[in-house]
């Protein structure tokens, strides 16, 4: 069984970068599309990017200029990485696999257990 | 981008009846709608994708319809594990999720 789990600092200050690494146990990074999703405090989902394992990349167009995301096959691993933040980017950050193998559906079988980020000084 | 209202915002139903739970999109996305259920403090849960195919391991009172921009989710009798908040999100432009409908015990 598949599991992600994510894992970074949760308090960043404004101004600097968010990282967060999500990590792929029970299964290979290979062949799936993974996503980064957040969710601020009592608010929705959204989208923040998305990965093939092959390095191919996706991005929000509102949040493209500031987000990396990446991919390391050996360590069957993806991470984020959010510049310049503000306090609008303090979410909790899901990574999730996407359901289909080998094409991008966009519906998320698979997600990690989130992390709580916080942005403040 | 594709703006998804869900409604109502909170549905209050009794334990072993029908809550039924709507999603609207801003411009016809054709099939490319999934559901999702989260409680408190976890990640979402795929229940349905493809506007009606539930995903593995869902229970059959789960049930969903549309195409286009009007779709519903049906949870035929309610369970006390079904107490949550239900998401829709499109996937057929870009991707995003509706806010969400919290169903809470009446």
């Known amino acids: 069984q598949v599991q992600l789990q994510e894992s970074g600092p949760r308090l960043v200050r404004p101004s600097e970068t968010l990282s967060l690494t999500c990590t792929v146990s029970g299964g290979s990074i290979s062949r799936y599309y993974w996503s980064w999703i957040r969710q601020p405090p009592g608010k929705g989902l959204e989208l923040i990017g998305y990965?093939?394992?092959?390095?191919?990349?996706y991005y929000s167009p509102s949040l493209k200029s500031r987000v990396t995301i990446s991919v390391d096959t050996s360590r069957n691993q993806l991470s984020l990485k959010l510049s310049s933040v503000t306090a609008a980017d303090t979410a909790v950050y899901y990574c999730a696999r996407d359901s289909d193998s080998g094409s991008y559906v966009g519906a998320f079988d698979v997600w990690g257990q989130g992390a709580m980020v916080t942005v403040s000084s | 981008e594709i703006v998804m209202t869900q409604s109502p915002a909170t549905l209050s139903v009794s334990p072993g009846e029908r809550a039924t739970l709507s999603c609207r999109a801003s411009q016809s996305v054709r099939s490319n709608l999934a559901w999702y259920q989260q409680k408190p403090g976890q990640a979402p849960r795929l229940l349905i994708y493809g506007a009606y195919t539930r995903a593995t391991g869902v229970p059959a009172r789960f049930s969903a319809s549309g195409s286009g921009t009007d779709f519903t989710l049906t949870i035929s009798s309610l369970q006390s594990e079904d107490f949550a908040v239900y998401h829709c999100q499109q996937y057929d432009i870009w991707l995003t999720f509706g806010g969400g409908t919290k169903v809470e015990i009446k």
């Open positions: 990965i093939y394992y092959s390095g191919t990349t």
